[in-house]
């Protein structure tokens, strides 16, 4: 019955929105990213482990944007591997994708990219191969359309979260509780009652891509 319940919640519609609707479709045209990523790399605005937000085109990130009081609606982790940057991300499934398809799907191809503070000294060969390897573990998996905490499946702020948790034991964000989003737009509110009727499971753990991105943690390095 929990299931059922999430399925039909605000945050299962929402990403379905977010990751059926947008993700499989450039919206930005892929070229115009090409220069940009060889002009990043070159000036140390792309590392191993760096994190990456966008906003997408759904009709359903606005909904997030008014729930989380953030612009950001998706996130992933970057890696590199030779000359080739990739996003590894939770879609459906849980996959890597080239870090200029990843652009071109967001609104006008703008981004923000986030790195450690302490990046320097955290992330590691070790700590990186160690974060590869967890998320491994992910890699696959189902879009967690319910959101539940439990790795069974998983949502983009929750892969970074655990990513890094269990890689380094640093917690990149607030864990939060259904109940402290705002609600109150009639937007959320329509969403709400159609998606949950009279059953709102207020006290569910989640991790929102804006609390990801606002954690004290991390340092803005590029925002296009």
């Not at 000036?43 to 950001?72: H, M, P, V």
């Amino acid at each position: 019955m929990k299931n059922i319940v999430f399925t039909l919640g605000l945050f299962g519609l929402l990403f379905i929105g977010e990751h059926a609707q947008t993700f499989e479709t450039s919206k930005y045209p892929i070229e115009n990213t090409n220069s940009e990523i060889n002009q990043l790399a070159a000036n140390g605005e792309l590392r191993n482990g760096d994190l990456i937000f966008q906003s997408s085109l759904s009709g359903q990130s606005k909904a997030i944007q008014l729930a989380t009081k953030s612009q950001y609606s998706h996130c992933g982790i970057i890696y590199q591997e030779g000359n080739k940057f990739y996003v590894f991300e939770a879609v459906q499934p849980v996959k890597r994708t080239p870090l200029s398809k990843w652009i071109a799907r967001g609104q006008g191809g703008k981004y923000v990219i986030k790195r450690l503070k302490n990046a320097d000294q955290v992330l590691t060969p070790a700590a990186l191969q160690k974060m590869k390897q967890v998320g491994d573990e992910f890699k696959g998996k189902n879009y967690d359309l319910t959101f539940e905490w439990s790795d069974e499946k998983i949502y983009c702020s929750e892969l970074i979260w655990k990513v890094y948790q269990r890689a380094t034991g640093i917690e990149i964000g607030k864990l939060e509780k259904l109940s402290s989003f705002d609600l109150t737009s009639k937007t959320v509110k329509k969403i709400m009652k159609e998606r949950y009727g009279n059953i709102i499971p207020m006290n569910e753990t989640v991790i929102s891509p804006a609390a990801v991105f606002e954690s004290d943690l991390l340092i803005t390095v590029k925002q296009n």
